[in-house]
Nanobody
């Protein structure tokens, strides 16, 4: 019914920038609140950034001033713009979103996770 697909990950040098995206596909009406999480090897998954349906954003302290979480409602796409990247930002990044979608004549609302995408910061 609904899938969240991340793209844009890869290898970037320290100090560099990278933008990853998450697109909701299927019978999507809109994305409500959405978040980016990350999980480094051997670590627990942590919340990196979030955006509410009124476009209020929140960031974990370690990425404030470096990351932003814009969204394109027309494309049902969420982004994570990452600047001044550090090796400690290396992780698998996961998209998570509350999505409103259609099933026949019904509107439904559920939370979904993407499969994750690798971001590696290394020289």
């Amino acid at each position: 019914q609904v899938q969240l697909v991340e793209s844009g990950g890869g290898l970037v040098q320290p100090g560099g920038s990278l933008t990853i995206s998450c697109t909701a596909s299927g019978s999507v009406l809109f994305i409500d609140a959405a978040n980016w999480y990350r999980q480094a090897q051997g670590e627990q998954r942590e919340l990196v950034a979030g955006i509410k349906n009124d476009n209020t954003t929140t960031y974990t302290d370690s990425v404030k001033g470096r990351f932003t979480i814009p969204r394109d409602n027309a494309q049902n796409t969420l982004y994570l713009q990452m600047n001044s990247l550090k090796p400690v930002d290396t992780a698998i990044y996961f998209c998570n979103a509350d999505v409103k979608y259609e099933v026949g004549s019904y509107d439904c609302f559920s939370n979904y996770w993407g499969e994750g995408i690798q971001v590696t910061v290394s020289s």
